[in-house]
């Protein structure tokens, strides 16, 4: 794993420098949104660490930026920023995780390891398929008929977990357990948020719809006659 820190503290980049590197993983470290930007252009990386609260542009904007030109890059905000909107604006933004400052060097280890199993590939020609959505490996390509979707690294492992369990109703409980990997108990409708993604790129402009809301109870994924 090769891991882009993006923080203007020095003390806390060099911090995180050192812990990844001491648990054998590569690290590189960007004081700012341009040097980030500079080195996502020139080298790949595995997950982005990124602050909110960088000079000249915010981390907010970076993690827009990389979803539209990595969209499958993972990004982890680390922050102190711990409110329940600043959790929602980091999700809205396209990041993967959010963990508050302070924190256990070993849980950030353990989200980036989840992060990490979430965009390794599938098993060789493994296909995923409901209806005429595919979900194909080692690629990763998404399609819904011709047409190839383009998920971040969190959609996508939403949108395999519903393909792996088709047909079946999943609490939200569930989805927090299995998607997010770890407890997420911040209060926030996240699971709702990310359907309402995968919705608008999977669903919206497609027939027949795959994705059903269960009242009381959460979502299944699941082709129903017309």
Not at 17 to 46: F, M
Request: proline share 4%; hydrophobic share 45%; net charge negative.
């Amino acid at each position: 794993m090769k891991i882009l820190i993006v923080e203007d503290e020095l003390n806390v980049a060099a911090f995180l420098k050192g812990g990844l590197e001491d648990h054998g993983l590569a690290a590189a470290v960007a004081l700012d949104a341009i040097s980030a930007q500079r080195l996502l252009a020139a080298h790949e990386y595995t997950a982005v660490i990124l602050d909110v609260n960088l000079p000249e542009m915010s981390g907010l904007e970076l993690c827009r930026y990389i979803r539209q030109r990595h969209p499958q890059l993972p990004v982890l905000i680390l922050t102190g920023m711990s409110s329940t909107d600043d959790k929602l604006q980091g999700f809205d933004a396209g990041a993967d995780d959010y963990l508050v400052k302070p924190f256990e060097f070993n849980e950030l280890l353990a989200r980036l390891r989840a992060l990490h199993r979430r965009y390794a590939v599938l098993p060789e020609e493994q296909v995923l398929k409901v209806a005429d959505l595919e979900l194909h490996g080692p690629s990763r390509l998404v399609k819904r008929g011709n047409q190839r979707i383009d998920l971040t690294v969190r959609e996508l492992a939403l949108l395999e977990y519903f393909m792996h369990n088709q047909g079946r109703a999943l609490t939200r409980q569930e989805i927090v357990g299995e998607v997010w990997d770890l407890s997420f108990n911040t209060g926030t409708n996240v699971v709702d948020v990310y359907v309402n993604y995968l919705r608008k790129k999977i669903d919206k402009d497609f027939s027949p719809k795959l994705i059903h809301t269960l009242n009381g109870i959460g979502y299944i994924l699941e082709e129903r006659p017309a």
